[in-house]
């Protein structure tokens, strides 16, 4: 078969790339989609809320 199929949802998610943010609070070091950047993270070492767009070091 030639034609190959994805999985739904393939297209819109192939343009994602890694982005590493550090917690501001202990240093942590977070992987989130480039997608995920808008939105607010919770560090799963310190439980701290924080605004990845203000710690970016990718």
């Known amino acids: 078969m030639s ?13 994602l790339s890694e982005v590493i943010v550090k917690c501001p609070g202990c240093g942590q070091e977070i992987e989130l989609f480039s997608d995920e950047t808008s939105k607010q993270v919770k560090c799963s070492n310190c ?3 924080f605004d990845p767009t203000a710690s970016e070091d990718s």
């Open 3 to 15: 034609d190959q199929q994805h999985c739904p949802g393939f297209e819109s998610n192939k343009s």
């Open 47 to 49: 439980s701290l809320l």
